[in-house]
């Protein structure tokens, strides 16, 4: 298929399936170039990558094998068939539900040692992309064999089993969830607090408690799956949908399908005659997604008429069991066939659903299930986020400050938000309980504070999430990268597994463990790879080829920007506009830098090249006047090395930037004294610190002082400071 990839198929018969299945979709790819060997019982097949040999027979690992082109390792350099390998660098998992800390993750198609396996057992689709049946090969498997060119896996792993889709742009900013029995008027008050609060929302999640629940007649069992409003708690419940909308929220609705539709339900006379039901005998209609006029009842009959008063989207919450008359898997068949339907509504539009193996990423966005609430369960969620990349499963949704059972920890609680914020998704979640709620004014002061502006942040970063989007969608890069992608070679990429990088610009390294009591920090362990790196909050900066303890405060975050970094921001978070009115561009010296702005019809290129800051604009064809004059006129706001130049607009924007200082307004003597100030030691002995350290201008004598520092993590927490200062 590419000098890398080979497909192995094996058919008792000779019949071999050139059809799609639930995880392929297209095997053409371009020409390419292979030389081949026959033999008299075998075959040999040469790419500038690998030598597979085949023998003839049966598949075993003495008659199917490879030799790779690369040297990762000293004896792992020949692929056997059926044979497993160390260095997988691991994939995802269908849900966290219950999961307090780590889990296993199933493979990935990505390996160090450069190779690995992707087999397709799937059912095989017909032309209208419905279940068929088993394929008539017994074996079908796929060698990827790329090295550590993990991008160039990724993008052709895509293209087999098709690219992930175009997010809308409401699903990037915060979502508000909460498992509890909301009424009408509780609800949009919540909503009206957080806009008096200036929090930005975007999506308005509304669990199972808009069904009926409690009362539901004990002859149809529980009231778990439902699809009739509570009329006690939403009598109107069009009105209700309505009012967020006007709020300038995407709605979506709760729904556990696995009961499917029981005749206490409004709409189950209509579903009942169409699926000729004895509604005498209250035959419920079974939920099967393999029976095309059920599939049609279900979203014409039952969610039809919930989508007309207003629901934007579902979230399928299916749990029960993996039985169905095709043999397919239900939740992929849930996935598939209401993702397809969700179009309906608007184009780009998205499900909220587990993860079915590989190929889900054609059904964003993922739910990751009902976490625990510890530092345990937050401290796993960076790298299983990121590992999801190497299937492809870039789009996670996860219950953010965790769902269930747990403890009140302010700064739990906090760090998870911010994870949250510099996440895929940000969907504020929690349980039942009365005393697990997320809204910022649920904590101290402090951290409410903070909450609310790491929440105005993420609605600040829409653009740069927007853009993202579409190189994913596009390019197949992903928005959550390891940082084995960027760095293969460097063994410190595959250690730091917590850290990873977001977007273009970006890398974060998020704290996910207790404060240190005795300094007031939380701390993390970070790798930077060579080049001039800066906070993106202080432009506190750091020389690359390090690994280094970072030291924060409760309310801030480790997140960075290389030298040359240029991120876009949306100035007026509150707004969310598809088209900002004013956009910010903070720039980040020591390096040239180019970036493209995408937007719906519109790409804005901005590039410094010797502090030379240059703009241009692109428009599609098709794109409306109103749209053109919007983005010609909007203002522009340049904040290079912390210096901000206000009110540019397209007209005047080359912008000669050599007068402006090329550093950042960090001071060392500043830092120092409030690391010294927070920390929880004797006077004495901060007056003694911050009196030698500020009289020692040389970087050499600073580090020799520091070894007269009792405390390790004090030590370690002035080291960053006196390195960032050099």
Request: net charge negative; proline share 4%.
């Amino acid at each position: 298929m590419t000098e890398q990839l080979i497909r192995i198929e094996y058919s008792p018969t000779g019949e071999f399936e050139d059809g799609q299945t639930q995880i392929v979709q297209d095997r053409n790819f371009e020409q390419v170039h292979f030389d081949v060997i026959e033999k008299e019982n075998g075959i040999e097949i040469l790419t500038s990558n690998l030598h597979l040999y085949y023998l003839g027979g049966v598949f075993t690992n003495s008659s199917l094998y490879a030799d790779v082109k690369f040297n990762f390792s000293v004896y792992s350099n020949r692929w056997y068939y059926g044979k497993s390998y160390d260095g997988n660098l691991l994939g995802t998992t269908r849900t966290l539900d219950k999961v307090d800390g780590a889990c296993e993750l199933d493979e990935g198609i990505m390996s160090q040692n450069g190779f690995t396996i992707l087999t397709d057992n799937s059912l095989v689709l017909t032309d209208s992309q419905d279940i068929l049946g088993k394929s008539m090969d017994s074996i079908d498997i796929y060698l990827f064999a790329y090295g550590r060119e993990y991008r160039e896996a990724l993008k052709d792993y895509y293209h087999l089993t098709g690219a992930t889709p175009l997010l809308p742009r409401f699903a990037l900013g915060n979502w508000w969830s909460r498992f509890y029995d909301y009424s009408e008027t509780s609800y949009l008050d919540l909503m009206n607090k957080f806009k008096k609060k200036n929090v930005p929302l975007s999506v308005s999640v509304i669990d199972m408690d808009w069904h009926r629940v409690s009362d539901v007649p004990s002859r149809f069992g529980s009231g778990w799956t439902g699809y009739s409003w509570n009329k006690s708690l939403f009598p109107n419940p069009k009105r209700f949908l309505s009012e967020l909308h006007d709020k300038g929220l995407k709605i979506t609705l709760n729904d556990h399908p696995a009961d499917g539709i029981r005749a206490f339900e409004d709409v189950y006379a209509t579903l009942a005659k169409r699926l000729s039901l004895n509604e005498e005998l209250e035959e419920s209609a079974q939920f099967d997604f393999d029976n095309p006029e059920f599939r049609r009842g279900y979203f014409e009959d039952v969610h039809g008429p919930l989508e007309a008063d207003g629901v934007d989207f579902w979230w399928l919450d299916w749990q029960q069991g993996s039985v169905s008359s095709s043999g397919a898997d239900p939740l992929w068949l849930i996935n598939h066939y209401q993702y397809r339907d969700a179009q309906k509504i608007m184009p780009n539009n998205i499900i909220l659903s587990r993860y079915a193996g590989p190929g889900s990423h054609r059904y964003p966005l993922g739910f990751s299930g009902d976490t625990v609430i510890s530092w345990e369960s937050l401290d796993f969620q960076p790298y299983f986020t990121t590992t999801a990349t190497n299937i492809g499963y870039t789009w996670w949704s996860h219950d953010i400050g965790g769902h269930m059972q747990g403890y009140k920890d302010n700064e739990l609680s906090l760090r998870w938000l911010q994870y949250g914020v510099f996440s895929p998704i940000n969907r504020l979640h929690s349980s039942k309980s009365e005393f697990t709620s997320k809204e910022p004014w649920h904590f101290d002061t402090d951290t409410e504070e903070c909450m609310e502006s790491f929440l105005r942040l993420r609605h600040r970063l829409i653009p740069y999430l927007y853009s993202a989007n579409v190189l994913t969608h596009d390019e197949g890069l992903a928005l959550i990268e390891p940082l084995y992608y960027r760095y293969p070679l460097d063994s410190e990429a595959y250690e730091y597994r917590n850290q990873y990088f977001f977007g273009s610009e970006l890398m974060v390294a998020p704290i996910t463990s207790k404060s240190i009591k005795e300094l007031e920090l939380g701390k993390v362990k970070v790798w930077f790879p060579k080049g001039k790196w800066y906070d993106f909050f202080t432009g506190q900066k750091y020389d690359g080829g390090v690994e280094i303890s970072i030291f924060r405060e409760k309310t801030q975050m480790p997140v960075f920007a290389k030298a040359g970094a240029i991120i876009p921001l949306d100035k007026n978070p509150m707004e969310n506009n598809e088209f900002p009115r004013e956009l910010m561009w903070c720039i980040f010296p020591g390096d040239n830098g180019e970036y493209v702005l995408h937007e719906e019809g519109c790409r804005t290129k901005i590039a410094l090249k010797n502090k030379q800051l240059s703009l241009t604009l692109d428009f599609d064809d098709n794109i409306s006047e109103a749209i053109k004059e919007k983005v010609m006129n909007r203002s522009h706001q340049v904040i290079y090395a912390g210096h901000t130049i206000s009110d540019i607009y397209i007209g005047d924007f080359d912008l000669d930037l050599q007068d402006l200082n090329d550093k950042f307004d960090w001071k060392f003597e500043n830092e120092l004294f409030r690391r010294l100030d927070i920390a929880e030691i004797n006077y004495e002995e901060k007056d003694y610190l911050y009196q030698k350290l500020s009289s020692i201008p040389e970087f050499d004598k600073r580090v020799a002082f520091l070894k007269n520092i009792s405390s390790k993590e004090l030590q370690d927490s002035i080291f960053e400071l006196v390195y960032s200062g050099k």
